[in-house]
Structures are given as structure tokens and as C-alpha cells.
């Protein structure tokens, strides 16, 4: 059961980091930027690090 929600818990991080950059992608092309703004990309590095290690943190507890 804790295996089953840990997986949900990972798909809906996955989901929502995925949403998110779509959202600072359709953004800042809205905007008339052909490239993301060091700001954005910076942004999109860091969520995408927080949601890996979370991912993997969780990874670990379910196997030791």
C-alpha cells in the first residue's frame, strides 16, 4: 500500500513539474522571447532538482 501511494505521490510531482515548465514556456514565448530568460531557466533547473531528489529520496526508503 505505502509502495502504491510513494508511485502516485512521484506521478503527480512528475505531472506537476510538468505543468509548471509548460507554464514558463508558454509564458515567455506570450511574452515574444524566443529563449527562456536566465531567470526562467534557473527556475525550471531548480523545481526539476527539487522534484528528482523528493523522487529518488523516496526511491530509497522503498528499497532499504
Do not use: C, W
Not at 500500500?1 to 515567455?28: D, P
Not at 506570450?30 to 531528489?53: A, M, Q, R
Amino acid at each position: 500500500m505505502v509502495f502504491n501511494e510513494k508511485l502516485n505521490s512521484n506521478y503527480l510531482a512528475i505531472y506537476e513539474l510538468t505543468k509548471e515548465i509548460g507554464t514558463i514556456t508558454k509564458n515567455s514565448f506570450d511574452s515574444g522571447n524566443t529563449d527562456l530568460i536566465p531567470f526562467d531557466v534557473e527556475h525550471i533547473l531548480k523545481i526539476t532538482s527539487d522534484v528528482t531528489y523528493r523522487i529518488k529520496s523516496q526511491i530509497r526508503e522503498l528499497t532499504v
